[in-house]
C-alpha cells in the first residue's frame, strides 16, 4: 500500500508527460514530470523507497519513449536512491531544499543518461538539461509541498480517527 | 565503511538488485523490438499506460492545447497570411501537376505500366509524444490488432513522411519521428533521382547523406522516400533542401533538408502498410 499512490501518480505523470503543450518548455526543454513526482516522493522517504519507485519509474518512461529502456530505468532508480538519501543527510522542511536538490539530482540523472546515449551537440545538451533543471525545480517545490500537505491531512485524520 | 559492510545495507542491495534487473529489462526490450516480438511484461506496462494518455490527451485536445495550438495570435496571424499566399501559388502549380498527372496517365497506360497509387493505411491517433527531452517518439493508439506492424511509415493526410513504426503492442504502439537521432530511411531528390540516406539530427533539421560527389542538388529540391528496402512505401514528401555541402575530401555531397511536418504538429496520422510505393 506504501507504493499505490506513488505509483498512481507516476502512471498520471507519464500521461500528462507525453500531452504537455509545448509553450511549456525552457529552454527547448520541458519539465520532466516524471523526475519531478519521483524526486517529490523519494524526498520524503528513504533511499530504497526511491529505488524502488525510480525502478517504476524508468520503466514507464522507457515503455512511452519504446527507445533505451535500461537507461531510463538504471537512471531513474539511482536518483531515487540518491533522493531518498537526501533526507536523512539534510532538514528537508526548508523549500529550498527540494528546489535544490531537483537541480543537482536532475543534472545527475541526465548526465547519466547521456552517457550511454550521448548527444552531437554539447551546447544543444547543456542549454537543454538547465531548462529542465529549471522547470524541475519550480514543479518540484509544489508537488513536494502539495504532497506532504496531503500527507500531513491524512495522519491528521488517522489519529482523529483512532482517537 | 568497507565495500562489505556497504554492500550489506539492505537499500544497497535493493539499488543492486534492481539496477542489475533494470539491465535485463533493458536487454530484453532491446532484443524484442530488433526481433519485433512481444515481451509480457512490457505489453501489460502499456496496457497499464495506455488509459492515463488517452485521458490526458483527449483533455488536451478539448482544452485546445495539443502540440503548438496555444500560440499568441500574433504568430498565428502572421502563419495565415504567409499560408494564404501559398494556396494560391498551390493552386496555380496544383492545376499544372493535374495537367501532368494525366498525361502520366495516358503514358503509363500506353507503356502498360502498373498503377499503384492507393496505400493501405491504417487511421491512428498520437495519444502522447516527446515523453523526454532527448528523443523525438511517440505514442498511437492502435497495435497489432489494428493491423500495424514494426518499420511501417508514419504519414499524414497529405502523404508526408513523419516516421515510422518503432515497436508494437496488442493495442499500442511507439513511432520515431525522421528527426530522431535514432532515424534513417532511404531517400532520394525527386527532381534528380538521387539517392542517399535521409537521417534525423535531434533537432529541426534532416540530412541527406550519402549522396555521390557530383549529385544533382539545389535549395528548394523536393526530397522523398526512395523505397529501398521494401519497408517504407516510395515516394512519400519528406521535405526540402535548404543547404547542400560537397565533401571533396570523402567524394559525397550532404543536403540539410528541411522536414514537411513535424511531430508536435499532427494529432492524427495513418500508418502504410509495409512493400508499397506511390506514383508521383
Same mark, same amino acid.
Not at chain 1, 520532466?32 to 524502488?52: M, N, Q, T
Not at chain 2, 544497497?12 to 509480457?40: K, P
Given at each position: 500500500?506504501?507504493?499505490?499512490?506513488?505509483?498512481?501518480?507516476?502512471?498520471?505523470?507519464?500521461?500528462?508527460?507525453?500531452?504537455?503543450?509545448?509553450?511549456?518548455?525552457?529552454?527547448?526543454?520541458?519539465?520532466?514530470?516524471?523526475?519531478?513526482?519521483?524526486?517529490?516522493?523519494?524526498?520524503?522517504?528513504?533511499?530504497?523507497?526511491?529505488?524502488?519507485?525510480?525502478?517504476?519509474?524508468?520503466?514507464?518512461?522507457?515503455?512511452?519513449?519504446?527507445?533505451?529502456?535500461?537507461?531510463?530505468?538504471?537512471?531513474?532508480?539511482?536518483?531515487?536512491?540518491?533522493?531518498?538519501?537526501?533526507?536523512?543527510?539534510?532538514?528537508?522542511?526548508?523549500?529550498?531544499?527540494?528546489?535544490?536538490?531537483?537541480?543537482?539530482?536532475?543534472?545527475?540523472?541526465?548526465?547519466?543518461?547521456?552517457?550511454?546515449?550521448?548527444?552531437?551537440?554539447?551546447?544543444?545538451?547543456?542549454?537543454?538539461?538547465?531548462?529542465?533543471?529549471?522547470?524541475?525545480?519550480?514543479?518540484?517545490?509544489?508537488?513536494?509541498?502539495?504532497?506532504?500537505?496531503?500527507?500531513?491531512?491524512?495522519?491528521?485524520?488517522?489519529?482523529?480517527?483512532?482517537? | 565503511?568497507?565495500?562489505?559492510?556497504?554492500?550489506?545495507?539492505?537499500?544497497?542491495?535493493?539499488?543492486?538488485?534492481?539496477?542489475?534487473?533494470?539491465?535485463?529489462?533493458?536487454?530484453?526490450?532491446?532484443?524484442?523490438?530488433?526481433?519485433?516480438?512481444?515481451?509480457?511484461?512490457?505489453?501489460?506496462?502499456?496496457?497499464?499506460?495506455?488509459?492515463?494518455?488517452?485521458?490526458?490527451?483527449?483533455?488536451?485536445?478539448?482544452?485546445?492545447?495539443?502540440?503548438?495550438?496555444?500560440?499568441?495570435?500574433?504568430?498565428?496571424?502572421?502563419?495565415?497570411?504567409?499560408?494564404?499566399?501559398?494556396?494560391?501559388?498551390?493552386?496555380?502549380?496544383?492545376?499544372?501537376?493535374?495537367?501532368?498527372?494525366?498525361?502520366?496517365?495516358?503514358?503509363?497506360?500506353?507503356?502498360?505500366?502498373?498503377?499503384?497509387?492507393?496505400?493501405?493505411?491504417?487511421?491512428?491517433?498520437? +495519444? =502522447?509524444?516527446?515523453? %523526454? &527531452?532527448?528523443?523525438?517518439? !511517440?505514442?498511437?493508439? *492502435?497495435? /497489432?490488432?489494428? #493491423? @500495424?506492424?514494426?518499420?511501417?511509415?508514419?504519414?499524414?493526410?497529405?502523404?508526408?513522411?513523419?516516421?515510422?513504426?518503432?515497436?508494437?503492442?496488442?493495442?499500442?504502439?511507439?513511432? +520515431? =519521428?525522421?528527426?530522431? %537521432? &535514432?532515424?534513417?530511411?532511404? !531517400?532520394?531528390?525527386? *527532381?534528380? /533521382?538521387?539517392? #542517399? @540516406?535521409?537521417?534525423?539530427?535531434?533537432?529541426?533539421?534532416?540530412?541527406?547523406?550519402?549522396?555521390?560527389?557530383?549529385?544533382?542538388?539545389?535549395?528548394?529540391?523536393?526530397?522523398?522516400?526512395?523505397?529501398?528496402?521494401?519497408?517504407?512505401?516510395?515516394?512519400?514528401?519528406?521535405? *526540402?533542401?535548404?543547404?547542400?555541402?560537397?565533401?571533396?575530401?570523402?567524394?559525397?555531397?550532404?543536403?540539410?533538408?528541411?522536414?514537411?511536418?513535424?511531430?508536435?504538429?499532427?494529432?492524427?496520422?495513418?500508418?502504410?502498410?509495409?512493400?508499397?510505393?506511390?506514383?508521383?
Amino acid at each position: 500500500m506504501r507504493y499505490f499512490w506513488p505509483i498512481v501518480t507516476l502512471i498520471a505523470a507519464a500521461g500528462l508527460q507525453g500531452n504537455l503543450p509545448d509553450f511549456i518548455s525552457i529552454w527547448g526543454a520541458k519539465p520532466d514530470l516524471i523526475i519531478v513526482v519521483l524526486i517529490s516522493y523519494a524526498l520524503a522517504a528513504d533511499p530504497e523507497f526511491g529505488a524502488v519507485l525510480g525502478f517504476v519509474a524508468g520503466l514507464l518512461q522507457g515503455r512511452y519513449v519504446g527507445l533505451s529502456m535500461g537507461s531510463f530505468i538504471i537512471t531513474r532508480t539511482i536518483t531515487g536512491f540518491l533522493s531518498g538519501l537526501v533526507t536523512t543527510r539534510l532538514f528537508s522542511e526548508n523549500p529550498l531544499v527540494p528546489a535544490l536538490s531537483a537541480v543537482w539530482l536532475t543534472v545527475v540523472c541526465e548526465v547519466l543518461f547521456l552517457l550511454g546515449n550521448p548527444q552531437s551537440d554539447l551546447i544543444v545538451v547543456a542549454r537543454k538539461i538547465a531548462g529542465e533543471c529549471l522547470g524541475n525545480a519550480i514543479l518540484t517545490l509544489l508537488v513536494y509541498f502539495t504532497l506532504r500537505n496531503l500527507d500531513i491531512r491524512r495522519k491528521i485524520k488517522l489519529a482523529n480517527a483512532r482517537l | 565503511m568497507t565495500m562489505l559492510s556497504l554492500l550489506r545495507e539492505k537499500a544497497v542491495l535493493t539499488l543492486l538488485v534492481l539496477v542489475a534487473l533494470g539491465i535485463g529489462i533493458g536487454v530484453a526490450h532491446d532484443r524484442a523490438v530488433e526481433s519485433g516480438r512481444s515481451f509480457i511484461v512490457l505489453e501489460a506496462v502499456s496496457l497499464i499506460m495506455k488509459p492515463s494518455a488517452s485521458a490526458f490527451h483527449l483533455t488536451a485536445v478539448a482544452a485546445g492545447v495539443t502540440g503548438d495550438a496555444a500560440r499568441p495570435r500574433r504568430s498565428i496571424l502572421k502563419e495565415n497570411a504567409q499560408l494564404r499566399k501559398e494556396v494560391v501559388s498551390l493552386r496555380a502549380k496544383n492545376a499544372e501537376l493535374d495537367e501532368i498527372k494525366l498525361e502520366n496517365a495516358r503514358l503509363r497506360a500506353a507503356l502498360d505500366f502498373k498503377q499503384s497509387t492507393k496505400l493501405k493505411m491504417v487511421a491512428v491517433e498520437v +495519444i =502522447a509524444r516527446n515523453e %523526454s &527531452n532527448w528523443f523525438d517518439t !511517440a505514442a498511437i493508439d *492502435r497495435g /497489432r490488432t489494428s #493491423g @500495424i506492424r514494426k518499420g511501417a511509415a508514419v504519414i499524414t493526410s497529405g502523404r508526408w513522411l513523419i516516421g515510422q513504426v518503432l515497436d508494437v503492442d496488442r493495442s499500442s504502439a511507439r513511432i +520515431i =519521428a525522421l528527426t530522431d %537521432s &535514432n532515424s534513417a530511411v532511404g !531517400a532520394m531528390v525527386q *527532381r534528380s /533521382r538521387c539517392n #542517399g @540516406i535521409i537521417q534525423g539530427q535531434g533537432g529541426d533539421y534532416l540530412t541527406l547523406s550519402y549522396l555521390p560527389k557530383d549529385a544533382d542538388v539545389k535549395i528548394g529540391d523536393v526530397v522523398i522516400s526512395s523505397g529501398m528496402g521494401r519497408v517504407i512505401p516510395k515516394g512519400l514528401i519528406i521535405g *526540402r533542401v535548404v543547404k547542400v555541402v560537397h565533401n571533396k575530401v570523402l567524394g559525397s555531397a550532404t543536403a540539410l533538408v528541411r522536414p514537411s511536418v513535424r511531430l508536435n504538429q499532427i494529432e492524427q496520422v495513418f500508418v502504410a502498410e509495409p512493400g508499397q510505393s506511390i506514383s508521383l
